[in-house]
């Protein structure tokens, strides 16, 4: 599940042979400025003294890897990046267990999933286990950041960027790698309400909705500001003409419920090409279909169908999973001009239970 000594070789995912550095070749450049550490913060809002930044490009592929203090980036004005959404990121998260170790949570997960997202967006590939190794390099100089108390961690941000310096649409010849790492305490404070309207659409199949680019989030905010005009926190994002469920804001969704049959059932949709494949949903399948209590399937849902189940009292919940969010119980949902009251969460929940033994493994316990 975790871990923060040397892993596994995971070979490149296509057949390039541009790597030219690696993890062992990292150059590290100190900051003489440290900054003061502040006891509470809001999420991605104070950043770590240092950063990870590795240059690519076609003639001479990977450059030498560079942990360097954090600071602003130099771009052209006419980068790929800025004009064009040729970029990507992903999320993890360090946290320091109870045995005063740092453990990164299945971070080759996240690796794999940056390395698809890449050649969807035509940037090169790279070795996810010289990255992972330069990642941990990053993590031991600025380790003091990662909360001693509590359930606050420290939040990963590796970044990939198309810097091609010209106005054409084209697989760039030129990128950066950047991570960037910042304080993460709680993502959201109380129980979501979602606002859940079929005339936006996340995302579609064919498209990019199982990558984490940037621009699936960006074209969203549209929606979210009409969700807080209706007193919603975020956007339950429906698909097709049976308002299939897909995500919640930037979470995956569970349900927790008797399911027609009359068995019980944890379901969350599948990965069709519209879901995020997140690391937190995987672990949750994981850790049910350990358990062996009920039956956990990936399978469409629609808004009939948990229309239905809260008419004949057979949900038990709804919940969001995400690096940043964690387990999330979802308390409401607007649809169809009416406020749907779902049930609420107590300690017995299903998902309490998921975010303890999640807590548990990631501090060590």
């Known amino acids: 599940y975790y871990s923060t000594t040397a892993c596994p070789h995971v070979a490149q995912s296509s057949p390039e042979k541009d790597l030219r550095a690696t993890a062992a070749d990292l150059v590290v450049q100190l900051s003489t400025s440290l900054k003061t550490k502040p006891d509470v913060v809001d999420f991605g809002t104070v950043f770590t003294d240092h950063m990870l930044t590795v240059e690519w490009n076609a003639n001479d592929g990977w450059q030498t890897p560079l942990i360097r203090p954090f600071g602003d980036l130099s771009l ?43 050649e969807r967006a035509c940037l090169p590939a790279f070795d996810q286990s010289e990255l992972l190794g330069c990642i941990k390099r990053l993590i031991e100089i600025d380790q ?95 698909y097709g003409e049976d308002h299939q469920i897909t995500e919640g804001g930037t979470m995956n969704i569970f349900l927790h419920w008797i399911n027609e ?48 189940a809260l008419k004949q009292q057979r949900l038990k919940e709804m919940f969001g999973s995400g690096t940043a969010c964690r387990v999330c119980h979802i308390g409401s949902i607007v649809y169809e001009e009416k406020n749907l009251q779902l049930p609420n969460q107590d300690k017995h929940s299903l998902s309490s239970r998921i975010a303890t033994e999640l807590t548990d493994i990631q501090v060590s316990r």
């Not at 052209?76 to 267990?97: I, M, N, T």
């Not at 106005?167 to 950047?178: E, F, I, M, S, T």
């Not at 949903?281 to 956990?296: C, G, N, P, T």
Request: some cysteine.
């Open 76 to 118: 052209h004005p006419a980068c790929s990046a800025l004009h064009y959404a040729v970029e990507l990121f992903e999320g993890l998260k360090v946290y320091r267990g109870d045995d005063k170790r740092l453990r990164l949570f299945r971070p080759l997960l996240n690796m794999e999933r940056m390395s698809k997202s890449a």
């Open 144 to 238: 003091d950041w990662v909360p001693h108390l509590g359930p606050a961690c420290l939040y990963i941000r590796p970044t990939f960027i198309g810097t091609e310096p010209s106005l054409g649409v084209k697989k760039p010849n030129r990128a950066l790698l950047y991570v960037i790492m910042c304080q993460a305490g709680s993502y959201f404070n109380t129980e979501l309400s979602l606002w859940a309207d079929p005339k936006y659409t996340r995302a579609w199949k064919g498209g990019t909705g199982d990558c984490k680019m940037g621009g699936n989030y960006g074209g969203t905010l549209f929606a979210q500001l009409e969700a807080g005009s209706y007193g919603c926190q975020q956007v339950l994002w429906l």
């Open 261 to 308: 049959d009359g068995d019980e059932e944890l379901a969350t949709p599948p990965l069709d090409g519209t879901i995020l494949p997140g690391v937190t949903r995987q672990s949750i399948l994981d850790l049910a279909r350990k358990w062996d209590e009920f039956k956990v399937l990936e399978r469409y849902l629609t808004m009939g169908q948990l229309c239905s």
